[in-house]
C-alpha cells in the first residue's frame, strides 16, 4: 500500500482490529436476534462503501443467507451528500414478503438510507432493520422510519469529520485502507 496514501490521513479513528472485533459483536448480535427464524433475512449492501464491511459481516453470521445491493447515489465526488439520493442499481432478489438487513457503510443525514427503506418497502419488505459500520447522529437531518419489526445496528458512532477506509472513499480513492481514518481537509477542501 502507497505510503502516500497513509500520509494523507490525519488519524486513524478505528484500526483493523478494533474494526474485526466489533464487526464480529455485531454478526453475533444480528445473529442472535435472528435466530430459529421461519426464514432467513435477505442482506442487502448499499454499494459501494459498505462492499467491505458486508462480506466481513456475513461470513461472521451463523445462518444461510441471501446477498444482493442497491446503488444509492447523493455523493457524486463532493464530500458532501446532496440530500436527494436516487437508487441507479435495483435488486435482482425478490424481496416481497421477507426481512431484509440493510448493510450501510455510513449513516450521514439520513436522506441515502431514508431513500433505500423507501425502495424496500414499496418492494414488499416485510420489515427493515438496519447495520451500519458507523453512525454520525450529529448530522442526521432525517429521521429514519425502520418496516415492521427492523432494528437498528450500529457499529461506531463517528465524529464529525470526514472519514475514508474500509470501504468508504474520497472521490473513489482511499477504500481499500484496512483501517478507518480521518482525510486531511487540504485534500478536499
Not at 36 to 49: E, K, L, R
Not at 107 to 115: A, E, I, K, N
Not at 157 to 183: H, K, S, T
Request: net charge negative; proline share 3%; aromatic share 10%.
Amino acid at each position: 500500500m502507497s505510503t502516500t496514501m497513509h500520509s494523507h490521513i490525519e488519524t486513524i479513528l478505528w484500526s483493523e482490529d478494533q474494526i474485526s472485533r466489533r464487526v464480529s459483536e455485531l454478526a453475533a448480535e444480528v445473529s442472535a436476534d435472528f435466530a430459529g427464524g421461519s426464514s432467513a433475512p435477505i442482506v442487502v449492501g448499499v454499494a459501494t462503501g459498505a462492499f467491505l464491511f458486508l462480506a466481513d459481516f456475513v461470513r461472521k453470521i451463523d445462518f444461510s443467507v441471501s446477498v444482493d445491493f442497491v446503488r444509492a447515489e447523493s455523493y457524486g465526488s463532493g464530500t458532501e451528500s446532496n440530500g436527494a439520493p436516487t437508487i441507479s442499481l435495483d435488486l435482482k432478489v425478490d424481496i416481497n414478503t421477507r426481512h431484509v438487513i440493510l448493510v450501510e457503510d455510513i449513516v450521514d443525514t439520513g436522506h441515502t438510507l431514508s431513500r433505500v427503506i423507501k425502495h424496500l418497502k414499496s418492494k414488499g419488505a416485510s420489515s427493515v432493520s438496519v447495520c451500519t459500520f458507523l453512525d454520525k447522529p450529529s448530522r442526521r437531518k432525517v429521521n429514519v422510519q425502520l418496516v415492521g419489526e427492523g432494528k437498528f445496528y450500529r457499529g461506531f458512532e463517528c465524529p464529525d469529520c470526514f472519514v475514508v477506509g474500509y470501504g468508504m472513499d474520497f472521490a473513489e480513492q482511499y477504500r481499500n485502507l484496512p483501517y478507518i481514518g480521518v482525510l486531511k481537509p487540504e485534500l478536499y477542501e
